[in-house]
């Protein structure tokens, strides 16, 4: 069985876009709602996707997949082995510019997994929430501004996450996100859930992928 886990990012290197359940209840016109908890679902349009292999061999196969949407083709590349027991799909935050203000970012893994009860789990690292909901309320906004601060703040959706494991990995010295930052997130978590330091200072690290993927390996090594 394969097992799809969504894993944060705070540098933009790669982009990705997180799954979406689909039943046929859901083929429809896409769409997406917000409920008094702050809470997003999605409704998916159907999809429909044409797989090529390009290579294969012993190892691995590499296929290029087009999937075909409402508002055009997208086309994906994907090496893979042949009977893969687990995915990583990595997401970036999206960040835009406020005049008078740092960077603000979405982050947008903790939501998907929420959102998505296939994905297996959550893993993040240099990641925290990132105050619009708090901010919202000290500026005195309510209804609408409100639940929409709410939904987009990662740690509303834990509750929909669990008992689906998160993993949060945190640097001591991250110039960005202060790791205090990182360890309220973490409070914020439900079981299951570990949190970890690693040495370095923000985003990407090595150090954290070797970890991620040994615990995957630990996990899955035995399963096909």
Known sequence: MRSLFTVEIILVLLLACAGCAVTPETRAKPAYSVDNKGILSVTCAQLTTREEVLFSNDTYIKTRIVMHTQN????????????????????????????????????????????????????GFSTSDWGLFDSTIQLGYSGDPVRFSKSVEPSTYFSKIAPRPVWIYHAVYDPIIPFSNGQQFFDIAQEPKTFSEFSGDHGINSDVDTQIIMHLRQIYATQG
């Open 72 to 123: 055009g083709d997208v086309v994906t590349y994907l090496a893979a082995p042949t009977n893969p027991t687990a995915a990583i799909i990595y997401v970036p935050r999206a960040g835009e510019k406020i005049i008078g203000r740092d960077e603000r970012m979405v982050r947008y893994a903790a939501v998907a997994s929420g959102v998505d009860p296939q994905f297996a789990g959550y893993v």
